[in-house]
């Protein structure tokens, strides 16, 4: 802005893009817990048929994109992290606190690393 003004637009995008990768983080967890639980369902069918057979790759694929998610949430934050350091004090908002989303996104991180776990150790 000319003059030196503040603006706080710039922490608001970046706070938006921060909850952007949350969001995307938590939708590829969501689907990386479909994919490795599909494959209970079709021992279940195969169960149900008397057929014997195994579960497949599904719980390692969805494990994966589980921490494909945690990942994309993880980096988002550090990046958002970084990105709040080198911005003034005067573009950022009073009452704002990096400290909410931050907190909130470790969480699902957290989270997602003990789905990890649960996944791969019960396939």
């Given amino acids: 802005m000319p003059g030196g003004a503040s603006d706080p637009r710039v922490y608001f995008a970046a706070e938006r893009t921060m ?3 949350l969001r995307t983080g938590i939708a590829i967890i969501g689907f990386g817990f479909i994919v490795a639980r599909f494959g209970l369902f079709l021992r279940l069918l195969h169960f149900e048929a008397g057929s014997a057979a195994s ?3 599904s719980p390692y694929l969805g494990a994966a994109l589980v921490v494909l998610g945690v990942l994309a ?3 988002g934050a550090i990046q958002y992290r970084l990105f709040c350091r080198t911005l003034p004090s005067a573009d950022r908002p009073v009452s704002s606190s990096p400290h909410f989303v931050l907190g909130l996104s470790w969480a699902v991180v957290l989270i997602g690393a003990a ?3 649960v996944l791969v150790a019960n396939p």
């Fill in 73 to 75: 949430i993880a980096g």
């Fill in 19 to 21: 909850l952007a990768w």
């Fill in 115 to 117: 789905l990890v776990i």
């Fill in 55 to 57: 579960h497949g790759l």
